[in-house]
């Protein structure tokens, strides 16, 4: 499965942004998904991930009640909805198949999309 995350960008606090992740292939439907960032400096860390069905999700402590992670298996997409964005997210976003429920991604990163929150 390839992956591409788009729609990174600068914001303010407090303001929003909506990532997406497009994959290749048939089988998107079949993985649980997840979403990581890095920011400078600092070691890749999870954010979100949803089960096969999205009837499963968790969120890191960091993002849970601002960022919403979804899916539509029909156009092999996945989403990151973050609200009341702070400069503590800014970070390259990535996209991921989970490996082990929740947080470990399988090895291979995609193309990210950067994230920068002004204060």
């Known amino acids: 499965v390839q992956l591409q995350a788009c729609g990174g960008g600068l914001v303010q606090t407090g303001g929003s942004l909506r990532l997406s992740c497009a994959a290749s292939?048939?089988?998107?439907?079949?993985?649980?998904m997840g979403w990581f960032r890095q920011a400078p400096g600092k070691e890749r860390e999870f954010v979100t991930a949803?089960?096969?069905?999205?009837?499963?999700?968790v969120y890191a402590d960091s993002v849970k009640g601002r960022f919403t992670i979804s899916r539509d298996n029909a156009k092999n997409t996945l989403y990151l909805q973050m609200n009341n964005l702070k400069p503590e997210d800014t970070a390259v976003y990535y996209c991921?198949?989970?490996?082990?429920?929740?947080?470990?991604?399988?090895?291979?990163w995609g193309q990210g999309t950067l994230v920068t929150v002004s204060s």
């Open positions: 292939g048939r089988i998107f439907s079949t993985y649980p």
């Open positions: 991921a198949r989970i490996q082990r429920w929740p947080s470990v991604p399988f090895g291979s």
């Open positions: 949803i089960s096969s069905s999205s009837g499963i999700i």
